[in-house]
């Protein structure tokens, strides 16, 4: 089976369901692990048992020749698709960029193309705190990785 039209089908289905897919890849014992999300909702392990039966009752090479595994990519993950920037905007998240400089805000925006964030700062002046807010855009190819703080 080619491998497109494999990640086509499995997307499909996912979608059918109500989620989008974060990541599909195999491992060495021959699984594929398919990693999803919702926009609006959670991801519950009946969510997960829901689709996989719904690829493996599609497609009988899957069900012959591969196990697979569903779920979702959990909080320590980063993030592999803009539907979870998208999903957590307003979410506290962590910023690496590519040439390692780290930037932790609020996540305020997210363009085709770029994030915005917004970094509290916290200053004293004669005794007294003073919160100063720093904008950042970030494009997406500036961007190692992103995630969500907990």
Do not use: W
Not at 102 to 121: A, M, R
Request: some cysteine.
């Amino acid at each position: 089976m080619k491998q497109e039209k494999l990640i086509t089908d499995i997307s499909r289905i996912v979608e059918d369901h109500g989620f989008f897919v974060v990541e599909i890849n195999t491992n060495a014992q021959g699984k594929i692990l398919i990693f999803m999300d919702s926009l609006t909702r959670k991801v519950t392990i009946e969510n997960c048992i829901a689709v996989s039966r719904a690829i493996l009752k599609s497609n009988e090479e899957i069900a012959e020749k591969y196990g697979i595994e569903v779920s979702s990519p959990g909080l320590d993950h980063p993030f592999k698709v803009i539907e979870q920037y998208k999903k957590n905007i307003d979410n506290q998240v962590a910023i690496l960029l590519k040439d390692g400089k780290k930037f932790i805000g609020k996540l305020i925006k997210v363009e085709s193309e770029q994030v915005f964030l917004e970094e509290t700062k916290i200053k004293k002046e004669k005794k007294k705190k003073i919160e100063e807010k720093i904008n950042y855009t970030f494009s997406f190819e500036q961007i190692k990785s992103t995630k969500q703080i907990i």
